[in-house]
């Protein structure tokens, strides 16, 4: 199969959304509720999911403020293998098409590699990696029907540099890198761009809870621009891949870094 490119378009139209929806996990604060928002405002409609209600009912109210875009929320608990596909089904169900997939739900329990335990080592892995990869399984049919999608992957510096303690969430951060380019290749043909985003130091509450203030402090001095980066720095980066400006962007990873420099965090 053959695929167009889009065509000529205005600037504006490139980053249009208008008529699209868009699901993004781990949507109720830092990097997906900014990026959820910033799509919102592109035009699309939106479905946020994470655990917890009480944080998706006004993420949701905050993210849709403004844009006249519609907006669904659903609580999802994606170290459980089979809340990815009833997830898919319910923003089916809502919407009748998702086109653009964000695979942002994630987190982080710091052990050395002589500390790990199964029971966080698969939790990570599950959430981290393997629901991004059922998520993706259970939406790419209706994409393919469409002739149009967008999956974004929210990796990390830390796949490709990393710190002590950090074996789990380095390796699932690194693997996502890789199932980014092979999925690429099986979705192509049908207009699916498969890429990932790789953000560096971003200030959320994920890495206030890791880090000491003195470990924060080392790692804005890591950086070519010497600071942390704010949430809403994450959303054109996101944008570009979401839409009709990035078409020609696939099986890649953008490190959103501020320049990270030196070998490790």
Same mark, same amino acid.
């Given at each position: 199969m053959i695929q167009q490119h889009?065509? %000529?378009?205005?600037l504006s139209q490139r980053f249009d959304? =208008?008529?699209? !929806?868009?699901?993004? =996990?781990?949507?109720?604060?830092?990097? &997906?509720?900014?990026?959820?928002?910033?799509?919102? /405002?592109?035009g699309a409609d939106i479905v946020i999911a994470s655990r917890h209600e009480k944080e998706l009912i006004p993420a949701l109210e905050q993210i849709l403020q403004g844009?006249?875009?519609r907006g669904r929320w659903f609580v999802a608990d994606l170290t459980q293998r089979a809340a990815a596909q009833q997830l898919a089904d319910?923003?089916?169900?809502? +919407?009748?098409?998702? #086109? @653009?997939? @964000?695979?942002?739900?994630?987190?982080?329990?710091p052990q050395s590699i002589e500390d790990i335990d199964d029971a966080t080592w698969d939790r990570l892995v599950e959430l981290n990696l393997s629901s991004c990869m059922a998520l993706t399984r259970a939406l790419v049919p209706s994409m393919k029907t469409n002739g149009w999608g967008r999956v974004i992957?929210?990796?990390?510096?830390?796949? +490709?540099?990393?710190?002590? &303690? %950090?074996?789990?969430?380095?390796?699932?951060?690194?693997?996502?890198?890789?199932?980014?380019?092979?999925?690429?290749? #099986?979705?192509g043909a049908y207009g699916i761009t498969v890429n990932c985003l790789a953000p560096g130091p971003f200030l959320t509450d994920l890495?206030?809870?890791?880090?000491?203030? /003195?470990?924060?402090?080392?790692?804005?001095?890591?950086?070519?621009?010497?600071?942390?980066? #704010?949430? /809403? /720095?994450? !959303?054109?980066?996101?944008?570009?891949?979401?839409?009709?400006?990035?078409?020609?962007i696939t099986g890649e990873t953008l490190l959103v870094d501020g320049g990270v420099v030196g070998k490790a965090f």
């Amino acid at each position: 199969m053959i695929q167009q490119h889009p065509g %000529r378009q205005m600037l504006s139209q490139r980053f249009d959304l =208008t008529g699209k !929806v868009a699901l993004v =996990t781990g949507g109720s604060k830092g990097l &997906g509720l900014a990026m959820a928002r910033g799509l919102a /405002e592109a035009g699309a409609d939106i479905v946020i999911a994470s655990r917890h209600e009480k944080e998706l009912i006004p993420a949701l109210e905050q993210i849709l403020q403004g844009t006249g875009r519609r907006g669904r929320w659903f609580v999802a608990d994606l170290t459980q293998r089979a809340a990815a596909q009833q997830l898919a089904d319910q923003a089916l169900q809502a +919407f009748g098409q998702i #086109d @653009i997939l @964000i695979n942002n739900a994630g987190s982080n329990t710091p052990q050395s590699i002589e500390d790990i335990d199964d029971a966080t080592w698969d939790r990570l892995v599950e959430l981290n990696l393997s629901s991004c990869m059922a998520l993706t399984r259970a939406l790419v049919p209706s994409m393919k029907t469409n002739g149009w999608g967008r999956v974004i992957y929210i990796s990390s510096i830390m796949g +490709f540099v990393s710190t002590a &303690g %950090r074996s789990a969430y380095s390796a699932t951060k690194a693997a996502l890198v890789g199932m980014a380019k092979a999925q690429a290749l #099986d979705l192509g043909a049908y207009g699916i761009t498969v890429n990932c985003l790789a953000p560096g130091p971003f200030l959320t509450d994920l890495p206030k809870s890791c880090f000491s203030p /003195e470990q924060l402090a080392k790692l804005a001095a890591g950086t070519a621009l010497g600071r942390w980066a #704010d949430p /809403e /720095e994450l !959303v054109g980066p996101a944008l570009l891949l979401a839409s009709n400006a990035g078409s020609y962007i696939t099986g890649e990873t953008l490190l959103v870094d501020g320049g990270v420099v030196g070998k490790a965090f």
